[in-house]
Nanobody
Framework: QLQLVESGGGLVQPGGSLRLSCAAS????????MGWYRQAPGKQRELVAA???????NYADSVKGRFTISRDNAKNTVYLQMSSLKPEDTAVYYC??????????????WGQGTQVTVSS
């Protein structure tokens, strides 16, 4: 069974840092793009950052210069280093991966979400 498991969320004060991790496991042949999305209460889910298998990155304007996405292809893991956190970064963060399975099926898979709360 293929799954994405996130970790690293929590409560942090404004200006603080957190590092999220998301590990994919199961019947994986290869992983194309990976990314992080977030959804705040009453708002639509939005892309935060994305990274290709080759390491090219893309960020939402609201997080540029504060967040860094990276991945370890050997571990099928994507990370999101978040710095200078603001209250408006508070949301449930979801990881996403475009995965080609051993059964030769390609699809988008999602993690269960991890809560990030920025508050004093």
């Amino acid at each position: 069974q293929l799954q994405l498991v996130e970790s690293g969320g929590g409560l942090v004060q404004p200006g603080g840092s957190l590092r999220l991790s998301c590990a994919a496991s199961g019947s994986i042949f290869s992983i194309n793009g990976m990314g992080w999305y977030r959804q705040a209460p009453g708002k639509q889910r939005e892309l935060v950052a994305a990274i290709t298998s080759g390491g090219d990155t893309n960020y939402a304007d609201s997080v540029k210069g504060r967040f860094t996405i990276s991945r370890d292809n050997a571990k099928n893991t994507v990370y999101l280093q978040m710095s200078s956190l603001k209250p408006e970064d508070t949301a449930v963060y979801y990881c996403n991966a475009n995965i080609y399975t051993m059964l030769r099926h390609r699809g988008d898979y999602w993690g269960q979400g991890t809560q990030v709360t920025v508050s004093s």
